[in-house]
């Protein structure tokens, strides 16, 4: 996790520095729906390896942003989900989402 006194002075630069990976991203999005597990948000980010998958997931972990559920079962079942600071990035998914509504609506103009 990072430390207060690591984090840059600059709010954009933090924000840039924890989320600024499209697949972090693409993460966040899928999660805002709810929980999902390992193989279904494998199976939504078109191109990413297990490897980073694996990757992003334990940094979002340790931020704070995402919550790893593991269950005690054979095979053994996990399940991620946002934190509640994670759910506070939706104001930024839709921020995302509108703008490129619109970018998407003046290319076709």
Same mark, same amino acid.
């Given at each position: #996790?990072?430390?207060?006194?690591?984090?840059?002075?600059?709010?954009?630069? $933090? @924000?840039?520095?924890?989320?600024?990976?499209?697949?972090?991203?693409?993460?966040?999005?899928?999660?805002?729906? /709810?929980?999902?597990?390992?193989?279904?948000?494998?199976?939504?980010?078109?191109?990413?390896?297990?490897?980073?998958?694996?990757?992003?997931?334990?940094? #979002?972990?340790?931020? /704070?942003?995402?919550?790893?559920?593991?269950?005690?079962?054979?095979?053994?079942?996990?399940?991620?989900?946002?934190? +509640?600071?994670? +759910?506070?990035?939706?104001? $930024?998914?839709?921020?995302?989402?509108?703008?490129?509504?619109?970018?998407?609506?003046?290319? @076709?103009?």
């Amino acid at each position: #996790m990072l430390k207060k006194f690591d984090l840059p002075a600059c709010p954009v630069e $933090i @924000s840039l520095t924890l989320m600024g990976d499209r697949w972090k991203l693409l993460i966040v999005r899928d999660l805002l729906t /709810g929980t999902k597990r390992f193989g279904e948000l494998r199976k939504s980010l078109n191109g990413i390896s297990q490897k980073v998958l694996t990757q992003h997931l334990r940094i #979002m972990e340790e931020n /704070g942003l995402i919550h790893r559920e593991v269950f005690a079962e054979v095979p053994p079942r996990v399940e991620y989900s946002l934190t +509640e600071l994670g +759910e506070s990035l939706k104001l $930024i998914h839709d921020a995302m989402w509108q703008w490129g509504e619109k970018y998407k609506e003046n290319l @076709s103009e």
